[in-house]
């Protein structure tokens, strides 16, 4: 017999944390599951089937859309659609949002596939999501996506490593599902995940070091001065898949950032459905998530649907460290 809870059976349980709770929101986690089912199953046999590679179209951002990245958003959008609780859908790869179901009252904004560059050489994946709640009668509009991102009720992303993992928080804790291949199911193996509050690990594109800040710069230089009373120097680890590199840090405890670079300015990731939903389950996990001058990426203002933010997110005295640097370079 399966010892472990599965993710339907832990979703059912405890849709009894929302007093407004009417299945709605625990039937779109379980769309989100089912689509993820599907992408996984592309990603682990793409070496053998003709989906690797760039599509040879550029999504809204002027980035190459590889085979995968169409795939895994039509997968997301199709079960998001016969799922019917999803109003409407804001997806990375679309510039404008998709309206889906008329009367449903929940809004997802996702990435579909974030690091999929990393797709050709066998390199971990992830989809990102993010849940609001429609708060008026009405149609949903492009308004009810640009929601600030405190006022997410549900956020998480899908890992798919040597393992595939299913983490997401509804603001009550972070809880993680890993997919049992043989039953396919996610099954609870990472209940209230909490991020450790200091750590040894920093990850950044150094690469680009000559167009960083300059707080980011001495931070850098900080986090490789041997100290051994704060374990430093610290390892550097960047895997190039942002929903690797912070699981990994989630767990053992690091730093990820991103942050302004002369070529991205704004920074690189986008807010609505990468900062934010990243920065809801690690603070839920006990981390923090900032744009590296103590603002909170949950409370900055969205403003466009494919906006992008510097991002400093972790472990919470590793990123209160960087701001240091940062607030004292300005
Ligand atoms: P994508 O959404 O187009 O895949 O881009 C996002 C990815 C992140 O997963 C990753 O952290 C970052 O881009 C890497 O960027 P860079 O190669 O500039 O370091
Ligand atoms: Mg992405």
Redesign the pocket.
Known sequence: MNQFQTLGQFIIEKQADFPYAKGELSRLLRDIGIAAKIVNREVNKAGLMDILGSAGSENI?G?SQQKLDIFANEQFISALRSGGECAILAS?ENEEVIHLSKHAKYIVAI?P?????NIDVNVP??TIFSIYRKSHDGPATIADVLQQGTFQVAAGYIIYGSSTMLVYTTGCGVNGFTLDPSIGEFCLSHPNLKTPPTGTMYSI?E??YVHFPLGVKKYIKYCQVEDPGSHRPYTSR??????A?LHRNLIKGGI?I?PSTAS?PKG???LVY?CNPLAFVTEQAGGRATDGLGRRILELPVMELHQRPPIFIGATEMVQQAEVFMIASL
């Open positions: 951002q980035e990375e990435d596939l974030d690091g999929s560059s994946v992830g594109n690469g680009n960047y895997i190039g898949s942002m929903v590199d990820f991103y991205a690189k990731l986008r990468e």
